[in-house]
């Protein structure tokens, strides 16, 4: 096959730019590696950015200055699996920040980005046994910032008390 990659491209009315550089703020391992700028042919003010390419954690993603004919969505969102309550709470404050919060780890950044912030851990609690994974799931849908000690409290072998 002669296929290079695939990666996200992510359409923004005209913010795509300063969405790349806030990202690549937050997130090690992570750079600005091209933007390409509207000439006089337009569509886009002259100068302007209309393609950044980027890196985050080495992965790479394109952003376009489209303009506003399309918006992201929930139905697209980008996952970070942490290992780390510290990484959870850094990172769901940063992308937070001027967005929306909302439920089991997901919220929405000030460019309109879904991020789903949550533990790597996750997969492995949710397996196996069913009533494990009914607790987990419970104490999950009660969480908007994911709290990994509440999921493996949750995942523990509950005692009957007398």
Not at 130 to 145: D, E, L, S, T
Request: net charge neutral; hydrophobic share 40%; charged share 20%.
């Amino acid at each position: 096959m002669a296929i290079k990659a695939i990666t996200p491209f992510l359409w923004y009315d005209n913010n795509a730019e300063d969405a790349a550089k806030f990202y690549v703020s937050i997130f090690g391992n992570s750079r600005i590696t091209h933007v390409s700028r509207y000439g006089d042919a337009g569509p886009g003010p002259k100068g302007s950015a209309m393609v950044v390419a980027f890196e985050l954690e080495g992965r790479r993603f394109t952003a376009l200055n489209g303009g506003p004919t399309y918006k992201l969505s929930e139905a697209f969102s980008l996952l970070v699996d942490c290992t780390e309550q510290a990484d959870i709470d850094r990172l769901w404050t940063a992308l937070g920040e001027g967005g929306a919060y909302n439920v089991c780890g997901w919220l929405k950044d000030k460019f309109g980005l879904s991020w789903q912030i949550n533990y790597a851990g996750l997969p492995d609690l949710m397996t196996g046994d069913p009533q494990k994974a009914g607790r987990v799931m419970g104490a999950m849908m009660k969480m908007k910032k994911v709290d990994i000690q509440a999921l493996k409290d949750a995942a523990a072998p509950h005692r009957a008390t007398f």
